[in-house]
């Protein structure tokens, strides 16, 4: 058997078509990316190389650095929270038997998922806006005096940005979840109900300890989302205002594209690959117990 | 339901499997803008006139993205530029190197294209290695200060010439719910001007200044400048949404009489008057007192030309009957803007006169001559960090969120590069 | 109360009847963007921005549908997506569950970190490696074909995908293979007569998420084949409305609309199959 499943031809056949088609679009380009952070270059023409000025300018002297980090936390953090604690209490809701309309909730939580991210960061520009958006005009209707200038707010602006990530991609996660929660098995409902669990204590201490690995999964894609962000900055506040919205992407968008210094925003990207790895390896740590690090493991099919 | 959902998606599989059929013509692609009347109406009337003159060349557009250059760039960068496309000053250094933009100094000269340009633009057409690599059509463009003059007539406010008065016409028009100034801050460029208005009041070179050389950051007019730019937002002269508004939330803002003044080019006159008629005016910007106001009243930002127009890719395979095209298009552009646009400022002598000027535009020609300095827009900066930098500095004064010397000490650490 | 044995009873209460709020106002919540990008693609810009940007059309305006359909060649666009979507789903299903498979299924050294090294590949952005793909794809001389679009975006949903399989092929207990072993098939009758049909639910989930990736992706297709018209997709289309600066919104609603409607229908037609797909990843463990 175990001759039978070293069969080093299939694993040299099996492995080889990912592995090729994964390192030469993702990975020798990120090598690229490394590689260009060393170099003042334009994009176009030859490169000069520079050693390690960029990485100093950028990490010691550029103060939007600092702005763009930060920002890249707080969006983390809103995403984050946001999409596992909903997605949590609605993927619990929608597998559960008892509640009406469950294929209902489950397309209509999905759907944003479904379209892209220009059409949705187009209704949200236009509901936050400031001078005449549907939240605020529907606020003062109310006559309730809390008009806010959302997206132009420097210090708030990101968590607008944040918020409009996290409603798209919650259905996202929401279906992970459920997926989860399925894998679990209906057994376990079953005999907690027996016993006269409530349903809260059955999910709190049934549902959420087993799906601990679907969270780690979420949890990755969500605090990685946030430090990655950009389409949204993009299309909703262009960074604005001034750079109080900037994050590690739009850094090397707007250098590279906007300025023609290629070197500095791929040292930009660069520095956001580590800093993507760091959070892999330090989540990780913290779900440590089990033999495989990164994966999302169905450990209810295999307890079952 | 799901059987509906079926039919449907089987009917659009249908439809999308009927696709168009190729004729047999020359083929060029062309990167061109093409969105609202002031860049369609000109494309369609060229290509119009392109058939009549080339019926052997079908133009293939490729309208262009509304992303400062940089899908130009990394077009570049992939070696898949369009055979014609239109260019900024910004660029054309980058392109140049890479041998990417045609030297097009025969073509300009056999077309009679360069025979035809005005003396004041050939200047500009001229790159500083002495050759030329792109076709103009725009002439002069300047930063206009528009004001419905109805609106300042119906709440009794003066047409301000200092800050102070501008900002007590701003309190009356908040009062009265109307917004003091509409401005797209979304865009850099607008931005950038608005800031550039206001240091134009203080040293005449403005941001152009910045560009050439003749002035630094350092000196304390762009200092004053960005001081005063932050008193009048945080005064609310602009609106709340400022940093977000785009052009058409802006522009209907203005025109639909919910906003008493708008700042922008010289080719919105055309729009303007469609819309407002006599009500709209343009004014001499205000400044930080009266003598300067009077000493400014003829500085204007904008202006100043740039190395723009449509540049050729030297490597398609029908250059030089693309770069004869491009020529083509740039002077139909002129001919149209001229009579269908009632923008008489253009880059080539077309021959052809409007004596239907919008009174605004009369102004403007009368004005001209008094004009005693210019500055530039972004697009005609050579100093592409500079060009973006200024951007999102003006933003952030625009913003009032911001300390201008904290933005200065930005733009220092940005410049020095 | 519900009588019993009608079914599983439903919850009552106070905060039961809350729940039920909470849960349908998100669902509205939800909802209402596809709504508005309906009704705003039969407005004009005066309409949308000033004085009903919410409400229902104060004129329906299907001249922006017209538009829309005579700005560009919306057939010859939507069947670019169609064949992008469709060869960005085959391949990465190919490859990610013949990978899966093998670092799941067969025993080698270094399995592991084959896994983790195609899964870093989930926290790239894409923004991040642009200029370095686009330098590859025209360094493989792939440009005007539609391999351009094609490979990257499989190279791009690969490690999601491999993520998803992963747990499934997991859940398949060992005694499968052994049994085929037994019975004298080879390693690849395994895999494609066994092996494939049980993930065969997580190939569906997969497939929708990887057809919506690239049914959407604008970055890369706006670069890769914005110059060549053939093999434009549907979300360049909506450049076609947005100029330097002015934008005809009410058509670029309309060019959304017509972007997004087959990627709706294609979730509604197959989102059942996919929770019935994971439902039965459980029954996997048999």
């Known amino acids: 058997m175990k001759k039978y499943l070293s069969n080093r031809k299939a694993i040299i056949v099996f492995c080889l078509p990912a592995i090729i088609l994964f390192c030469v679009f993702i990975f020798v380009p990120i090598l690229q990316v490394f590689y260009y952070s060393f170099f003042d270059w334009d994009g176009v023409n030859q490169a000069t190389f520079v050693g390690l000025a960029n990485y100093k300018r950028l990490l010691l002297k550029d103060p939007v650095f600092k702005t763009a980090n930060l920002n890249g936390f707080k969006f983390g953090v809103v995403i984050t929270v946001y999409q596992l604690v909903l997605a949590t209490i609605f993927a619990i809701a929608v597998s559960d038997k008892r509640i009406r309309f469950r294929k209902f909730f489950r397309t209509a939580y999905f759907i944003p998922v479904v379209l892209s991210v220009t059409v949705v960061c187009q209704l949200w520009g236009n509901v936050l806006n400031a001078d005449n958006g549907l939240l605020n005009t529907l606020m003062s209707r109310l006559g309730i005096n809390w008009s806010q200038n959302w997206l132009n707010d420097r210090n708030t602006a990101i968590y607008t940005v944040a918020f409009v990530n996290a409603w798209q991609w919650m259905g996202y996660q929401f279906a992970l979840i459920v997926a989860g929660i399925k894998s679990i098995g209906e057994d376990f409902y079953e005999a907690a109900e027996i016993d006269g669990a409530t349903s809260l204590k059955a999910h709190w201490y049934i549902t959420l300890p087993l799906l601990k690995d679907t969270f780690n999964f979420c949890l990755l894609i969500s605090v990685t989302g946030g430090i990655k962000a950009f389409s949204e900055i993009d299309i909703m506040t262009g960074g604005g205002p001034g750079n109080a919205t900037y994050t590690l992407t739009y850094i090397m968008y707007n250098y590279a594209f906007g300025r023609q210094k290629f070197g500095y925003g791929l040292t930009s990207s660069a520095v956001l690959v580590i800093e993507c790895l760091v959070i892999i390896l330090a989540l990780n740590w913290l779900f440590k117990d089990r033999e495989n690090p990164l994966f999302s493991r169905r450990k209810g099919v295999e307890i079952v | 339901m799901k059987k509906f959902l079926c039919i449907l998606l089987a009917a659009m599989m249908v439809i999308g499997c009927a696709s168009a059929m190729a004729e047999e013509k020359i083929k060029l692609q062309i990167y061109a803008q093409y969105a609202d009347d002031d860049t369609k109406v000109p494309y369609d009337y060229a290509v119009e006139k392109l058939a009549e003159a080339y019926p052997n060349v079908e133009l293939e557009l490729i309208p262009q993205a509304q992303d400062d250059g940089a899908t130009l760039l990394a077009l570049a960068t992939a070696g898949k530029l369009p055979d014609i496309y239109q260019t900024g000053s910004g660029i054309v250094t980058t392109l140049r190197n890479s041998k990417q933009m045609m030297v097009i100094n025969d073509v300009a000269e056999k077309t009679g294209f360069l025979e035809k340009v005005y003396e004041t633009e050939k200047q500009y057409m001229i790159a500083d290695d002495g050759n030329m690599y792109a076709f103009p059509y725009a002439g002069q463009e300047y930063v206009l200060w528009f004001v419905n003059n109805a609106l300042f007539e119906q709440y009794n406010v003066e047409i301000p010439t200092t800050y102070d008065e501008l900002i007590a016409a701003a309190e009356v028009f908040n009062a009265n719910g109307i917004v003091p100034m509409a401005l797209f801050g979304q865009e850099g460029w607008i931005s950038a001007a608005m800031y550039d208005a206001i240091a134009t009041r203080y040293i005449t070179a403005g941001i152009k200044g910045l560009d050439n050389g003749a002035t630094s950051i350092e000196d304390e007019a762009y200092l004053k400048a960005a001081e005063d730019l932050v008193k009048l937002a945080k005064a609310g002269v602009f609106q709340a949404a400022v940093t977000t508004t785009n052009y058409d939330q802006a522009s209907e803002m203005f025109l639909g009489g919910k906003a008493a003044m708008f700042l922008n080019g010289q080719w919105y006159i055309e729009d303007a008057t469609k819309a407002l008629g006599d009500d709209v005016t343009w004014i001499a910007y205000p400044s930080y007192d009266e003598a300067s106001y009077e000493a400014g009243k003829h500085a204007f930002s904008g202006g100043g030309g740039s190395i723009s127009g449509y540049a050729v890719n030297p490597d398609s395979p029908n250059a030089e009957l693309a770069a004869e095209v491009a020529a083509f298009i740039s002077e139909k552009y002129c001919e149209a803007k001229v009579t269908l646009r009632n923008n008489p400022l253009v880059a080539v002598n077309t021959g052809l006169t409007n004596d239907q000027l919008p009174k605004m535009m009369q102004d403007l020609v009368a004005e001209m001559p008094n004009m005693t300095s210019t500055t530039a827009f972004t697009w005609g900066l050579t100093n592409t960090t500079l060009a973006n930098a200024i951007g999102v500095a003006g933003q952030s004064l625009l913003s009032g969120q911001y300390e201008a010397q904290e933005v200065i000490d930005q733009l220092t650490f940005e410049l020095g590069w | ?286």
């Not at chain 3, 809350?18 to 349908?24: A, C, E, G, P």
């Not at chain 3, 360049?236 to 058509?251: H, K, M």
């Not at chain 3, 017509?258 to 059942?272: G, K, Q």
């Open chain 3, 1 to 286: 109360m519900k009588k019993k044995g009608s079914g599983p009873r439903q919850y009552t209460g106070v905060s039961a009847t809350i729940f039920t709020i909470f849960l349908w106002a998100y669902a509205i919540f939800s909802l209402y963007p596809l709504l508005w990008m309906i009704l705003y693609s039969f407005k004009d810009n005066t309409e949308i921005f000033q004085t009903n940007p919410f409400g229902l059309p104060q004129v329906w305006r299907f001249e922006n549908y017209v538009n829309a359909w005579n700005q560009y060649d919306v057939p010859l666009y939507f069947k670019n997506s169609v064949i992008v979507g469709a060869g960005t789903v085959i391949l990465t299903i190919i490859c990610a569950m013949m990978f899966t498979f093998a670092v799941t299924r067969l025993q080698w050294k270094g399995r592991d970190a084959a896994r983790t090294f195609i899964s870093t590949g989930q926290f790239i952005p894409v923004q991040a490696i642009l200029l370095p793909v686009v330098q590859t794809v025209a360094g493989l001389h792939l440009m005007d074909t539609y391999w351009s679009l094609i490979l990257p975006y499989a190279a791009i949903n690969l490690a999601f995908s491999c993520m998803v399989y992963y747990g499934f092929f997991k859940g398949i207990p060992k005694e499968m293979e052994e049994a085929a072993c037994i019975d004298g098939a080879s390693i690849w009758q395994t895999f494609f007569l066994i092996i494939m049909p049980l993930v065969g639910p997580a190939t569906m989930t997969i497939a929708i998420y990887v057809f919506l990736s690239a049914w959407n992706e604008f970055l890369l297709a706006n670069v890769l084949v914005g110059t060549t018209a053939h093999l434009k997709t549907l979300p360049l289309g909506v450049l076609f409305f947005q100029g330097q600066f002015t934008t005809d919104w009410g058509s670029m609603g309309a060019t959304m609309v017509i972007a997004s409607l087959p990627a709706i229908v294609v979730y509604c037609l197959f989102s059942e199959q996919v929770e019935g797909a994971m439902t039965t990843s459980g029954a996997v463990k048999g």
